[in-house]
């Protein structure tokens, strides 16, 4: 049976999470489905930014690291977002980029698995991984004498062979949203003897989480996608506790000290968690971020992650559904898997001609996704949308495939200004 509008409508009316809503900004006449990508800015943001820069900035100036909580704001809102992720409090610290995050923990890692198991050499990791996590790993392959190995997903198990030092996997694969089963992902790597590094870019504050549940060894997330931290948010860092103080993290700057105010001439990395730290804490960010994490921390009081988990399936049923029935013979394909346990917060559809023209005419309508390029192979050009419970409803869905429908059907987006790429896509 056809879903309509007035179906959509009567969905809407019956969510109890639709009042999250009310806590963004979403500009007018904007349906917004690239939150995988930025998320939208909560209301709450500019104020607290306001307060951070007039306030604790400009008036209470060198006072704020004591007296504005300026020094424990990595540690306090990597305790929130510890909460998203199944980690316990002082596991989790919101610093630096997901990039420099994973650095350190692939070093720390790389340090361990050679202390326990010398003749271990290999990373393996998806070839279709997010690229800034393969070039750390390349790179750090390069310096230390590892062979970093790329397979594809249905290749992992049994690429864990007795050499292999660590298992690096992005949770939600950021072009298909296809999603690993943690748990046994985790249990495999184990019983083969290495260690396990989670990327939760596309998984923190978009599906539920259990870093501690998995017993996982190592992961690193972003702050600006599904955490609506704002565009460039601190990234944040776990480490088991059973690895943290084993090794230090290179970048073994000042605010990862056991005593940074002490400044002593050598360095000793504290205790836990905050030895991830590096150099100074950008405040107005972290502010920022705080203020998305808050979003996320509100849906506890409606189900918390588990409600926004119902909710984010139901929206991406919809959306293959409606895309099924209304947009037929335009050779559009699927690329995300149906399988809800296998499913991301988002739905990646191929086209073989135009995908990032098709991507840019529904922008131009109001209707914002992205596009990410394949690699002539066996991955194909992806038009990728993101549906973020907090604030997409089942309306946006219709109405979002209703224009995509359009475009198809009008050609439209084989107009010149639709094909002209620019640097971001």
């Not at 997901?98 to 003749?119: C, E, G, R, W, Y």
């Not at 050499?163 to 690096?168: G, N, P, R, Y």
């Not at 400044?263 to 971020?289: E, H, N, V, W």
């Not at 690699?375 to 194909?380: A, M, P, T």
Request: aromatic share 8%; with cysteine.
């Amino acid at each position: 049976m056809t879903t309509t509008l007035q179906d959509c409508r009567a969905l809407d009316a019956q969510d109890p999470l639709r009042t999250l809503r009310d806590l963004f900004h979403i500009p007018e006449g904007t349906i917004y489905l690239d939150g995988n990508s930025l998320g939208v800015m909560p209301l709450a943001t500019p104020a607290r930014v306001a307060d951070v820069v007039t306030r604790e900035w400009g008036t209470d100036l060198i006072q704020s690291w004591n007296k504005n909580g300026w020094f424990v704001m990595p540690q306090k809102v990597g305790d929130k977002i510890a909460r998203l992720i199944g980690a316990a409090p002082g596991t989790v610290v919101a610093t630096d980029s997901t990039s420099i995050n994973l650095f350190k923990v692939l070093s720390a890692a790389i340090n361990l698995s050679t202390a326990d198991h010398p003749q271990r050499k290999r990373i393996v990791s998806e070839r279709s991984n997010f690229p800034t996590d393969l070039y750390i790993a390349e790179a750090l392959c390069k310096e230390r004498g590892f062979e970093l190995v790329l397979v594809e997903p249905e290749e992992i198990a049994s690429a864990l062979t007795s050499d292999v030092a660590i298992l690096m996997l992005t949770h939600v694969n950021y072009r298909t949203g296809a999603m690993h089963d943690m748990p046994a992902v985790t249990a495999a790597a184990h019983a083969a003897g290495a260690l396990m590094l989670w990327d939760l870019a596309h998984s923190a504050g978009a599906v539920p989480v259990d870093l501690t549940g998995a017993g996982a060894d190592y992961a690193v997330g972003c702050g600006y996608k599904y955490l609506n931290g704002g565009p460039g948010a601190p990234a944040f860092v776990w480490v088991n506790p059973r690895h943290t103080d084993r090794f230090w993290q290179p970048l073994a700057g000042w605010w990862g000290h056991a005593t940074p105010f002490a400044f002593t001439k050598d360095y000793q990395p504290a205790p836990g968690i905050t030895r991830y730290q590096c150099g100074t804490q950008p405040m107005i960010s972290l502010a920022a971020l705080e203020c998305g994490v808050d979003t996320l921390l509100a849906t506890e009081a409606h189900g918390g992650m588990a409600a926004l988990r119902r909710k984010s399936l139901a929206l991406t049923d919809l959306f293959i559904s409606l895309m099924n029935e209304r947009c037929q013979g335009h050779g559009i394909g699927l690329a995300t898997p149906l399988s809800h346990a296998q499913r991301g917060s988002q739905v990646c559809l191929t086209k073989d001609e135009g995908a990032y023209a098709i991507v840019q005419a529904l922008i131009a309508r109001g209707v914002v996704g992205d596009y990410r390029a394949g690699d002539s192979g066996k991955h194909k050009d992806i038009l990728r949308f993101g549906f973020t419970p907090l604030y997409i409803g089942f309306e946006d869905v219709w109405h979002s495939v209703e224009h995509l429908k359009q475009v198809l059907e009008s050609g439209e987006w084989q107009r010149a200004e639709f094909n002209q790429k620019h640097a971001v896509t």
